[in-house]
């Protein structure tokens, strides 16, 4: 019955347009209603609490880098690098879009930040070379939603947090993985444009990479000083979010000069309201989140999926799909702090790697932003890449799929999450 009152005062809340932030809050006051254990001191102190983390201070920087890195110039030189690199093979646009989007992964941690940035910049290129613009917006869509795999990424600070699982490994480990998802839209667009007769951009000379890669090399070396900081121990996930957010200023108004002090009033307000809507909902899923381990709602969802306890394969494939479902409905910050408390008993009973499960957990919801009729990064690619959505959920159909199938085999083959994850956690 708890699990009933939980599921149906939440979609209610959700089903009469109340934020999703207040749905959360009702749906713990109608636990407590429940239990008959109502206390507004109890909610007020678990809201306080539920933003009382010091990892949680990475998220205000890294929405601040990728606002920098689409402003100061950063993110249009990996772009033209990308587009030195590969952009003379056939559909190479569209490789320039998959090679740009894992950069830019590593950059800013924000699927929304590069789908728009690259939507706007791309898919008009792609569209005058010959692509069909549906296809083009809807690789950029599936590219985007690299962001949250690839560390620095947001998605695994949340999860990390919720799931007391070390953050530090969760990027780590997501790397490879990432790379997987960005290897599985190549595959996915060799296939669109097998048929296509687009324009090719003519090939660069090794003078004109050489010079490419100087323009961008600031910007370029960014991913690898994250990943050396983290790899030696010489910076946590939050201070890498520090080094990260003062890097991308120094680089963008210090080396590019593209951002000027006129612009950062308007890049911090955006930044904190980006910020304010995270945490809202970070401190409301807690209240939740709490009265979900009191009344005991995780025990009952481990006796519905107990025939599967057996097989950690064949559980972790169920939990994935029930993850997929829940991810059609709801955007990626709340799927993770309101499934998290769930699923996490479940997966620690059956002796299931919590940082093997947290990567396939955060790419599972990362997919889940492309997914009609909610996906916020599709509604974002759409608006600026000026293709109505109906047009954009066809174009994105082969791209879901083929990332759906990196999940899977990474669902099968753990070893492709953990034997890497180990190589650079040493």
């Known amino acids: 019955m708890t699990v009933a009152v ?10 009469i347009g109340m934020p999703i932030a207040f749905a959360l ?14 206390d507004s001191q109890i909610i007020a102190q678990n809201v306080i609490n539920g933003v009382d983390s010091f990892p949680l201070m990475a998220v205000p920087f890294f929405i601040l880098a990728g606002e920098v890195m689409n402003t100061g110039g950063l993110a249009r030189r990996i772009l033209n690098f990308a587009i030195a690199l590969v952009g003379h093979f056939r559909g190479g646009l569209g490789y320039v879009a998959i090679l740009t989007s894992c950069i830019l992964a590593s950059l800013s941690g924000s699927a929304v930040a590069d789908a728009a940035a690259l939507g706007a910049l791309l898919v008009p290129m792609m569209a005058a070379a010959g ?3 549906a296809s083009a917006a809807g690789l950029v869509a599936a590219g985007g939603i690299i962001a949250p795999v690839i560390p620095p ?11 007391n699982v070390s953050i530090s490994k969760l990027f780590l480990a997501g790397i490879v993985p990432g790379l997987l998802l960005g290897v599985g839209l190549c595959f996915a667009w060799w296939w669109v444009v097998r048929k296509e007769n687009p324009a090719r951009l003519p090939r660069k000379s090794i003078g004109e990479i050489w010079r490419a890669l100087i323009d961008g ?40 000069r593209e951002l000027k002090p006129s612009q950062l009033p308007a890049l911090l307000v955006s930044t904190a309201r980006t910020t304010a809507v995270v945490m809202f909902l970070v401190a409301a899923a807690l ?40 991810g059609t409905a709801l955007d990626m910050t709340p799927t993770i702090l309101i499934l998290t408390p769930i699923l996490m008993p479940i997966v620690k009973q059956a002796g299931i790697d919590p940082v093997y499960f947290g990567v396939l957990f955060i790419i599972n919801n990362a997919i889940g932003l492309i997914t009609p009729p909610v996906g916020v990064v599709l509604n974002v690619v759409a608006g600026v890449s000026r293709v109505s959505m109906d047009d954009l959920i ?20 753990p070893v492709l999450v953990t034997g890497p994850a180990k190589w650079f956690g040493g």
């Open 131 to 133: 692509h069909n613009r």
């Open 394 to 413: 066809r174009g994105v159909w082969p791209f879901m799929i083929a990332q759906l199938v990196v999940l899977a085999l990474l669902t099968l083959f």
């Open 153 to 163: 990424s947001i998605g695994f600070v949340i999860f990390g947090v919720a799931a």
């Open 25 to 38: 809050i009702v749906c713990g006051i109608a636990l407590m209603t429940y239990l008959a254990m109502f």
């Open 6 to 15: 939980f599921t149906f005062s939440l979609l209610g809340a959700m089903a």
């Open 287 to 326: 209240v939740s989140s709490w009265l979900i381990t009191v009344a005991e709602i995780s025990d009952q969802i481990v006796a519905l999926v107990k025939p599967f306890a057996g097989n950690q394969t064949l559980l972790t494939i169920v939990l994935m799909i029930i993850v997929v479902i829940v």
């Open 217 to 256: 090399f600031w910007a370029l070396m960014l991913p690898m000083i994250i990943i050396f900081g983290l790899r030696f121990g010489i910076f946590t996930p939050t201070e890498a979010a520090v080094v990260v957010a003062v890097y991308s200023l120094v680089v963008a108004m210090g080396v590019y």
